[in-house]
């Protein structure tokens, strides 16, 4: 039983131009949504985050945004540059004493072109 | 540099070997998870610890073990290895607030089992 999905496994966009990662999820107890970047050979990053008490969260180029009552959260990249060029993770966390236990979806693979 | 540090970064076993994932982190982090990774599953958690002394099983336990030796160190234990256990490993720490911060991701261990 997939709690977070990505249902896009791959993405392709120009350079300059938007990207659009979306993520699903399916537990109500979810209440904070994190985006981890990986690059190949390295372990995944943290990139942004959003708390289930907000609808927005923007940091630079990155923003995120959360519906709560479609449980869908999005990343836009804005403008997009090959350097963005990585596997995209979405994950959640049920807060409380979940100690910090994440569920992940399966990834996105974004290319950017240049 | 600050972080959490894995080894090996490669290993093939035979079916049936055992063998110890080693992780550290030098950010005086309580909690420590172990998640591997495989293609269309995206990171799915093995173990975790909480903090020094406590260790709890994940989404996917069967098979493995762990042992938090110190506030710095937490290991990964394959007592007899499968084919299934061939995958990607990686070792994150986290520091409090546990329920709203990111993972620091060590870059992963490459688990080929033959």
């Known amino acids: 039983d997939q709690q977070v999905k990505q249902n896009s496994p791959s993405l392709s966009v120009q350079e300059g131009r938007i990207s659009i990662l979306n993520c699903d999820y399916t537990?109500?107890?979810?209440?904070?949504f994190l985006w981890y970047k990986k690059y190949p050979a390295e372990g995944p990053t943290f990139l942004i985050s959003?708390?289930?008490?907000?609808d927005k969260n923007e940091d630079g180029r990155f923003t995120v945004f959360l519906n709560k009552s479609a449980k869908h959260l999005s990343l836009h990249i804005v403008p997009s540059q090959p350097g963005d060029s990585a596997v995209y993770f979405c994950?959640?966390?049920?807060?409380?004493?979940?100690?910090?236990?994440?569920?992940f979806g399966q990834g996105t693979i974004l290319t950017v072109h240049p | 540099n600050a972080g959490v540090t894995q080894t090996p970064k490669f290993q093939v076993l035979k079916t049936g070997q055992s063998m110890t994932l080693q992780c550290a982190q030098d950010m005086n982090h309580n909690s420590m998870y172990w998640y591997r990774q495989d293609p269309g599953m995206g990171l799915r958690l093995i173990y975790y610890?909480?903090?020094?002394?406590?260790?709890d099983k994940g989404e996917v336990p069967n098979g493995y073990n762990v042992s938090r030796l110190n506030k710095r160190e937490f290991s990964l234990r394959l007592e007899s290895a499968a084919p299934s256990q061939t995958s990607v490993y990686f070792c994150a720490s986290l520091r409090p607030p546990e329920s709203t911060s990111g993972y620091t991701f060590g870059s992963g261990t490459r688990l080929t089992v033959v």
């Open positions: 994950a959640a966390n049920a807060g409380g004493t979940s100690y910090g236990k994440l569920t």
């Open positions: 537990n109500s107890m979810f209440d904070y």
């Open positions: 959003i708390s289930s008490i907000k």
């Open positions: 610890s909480a903090s020094e002394g406590t260790t």
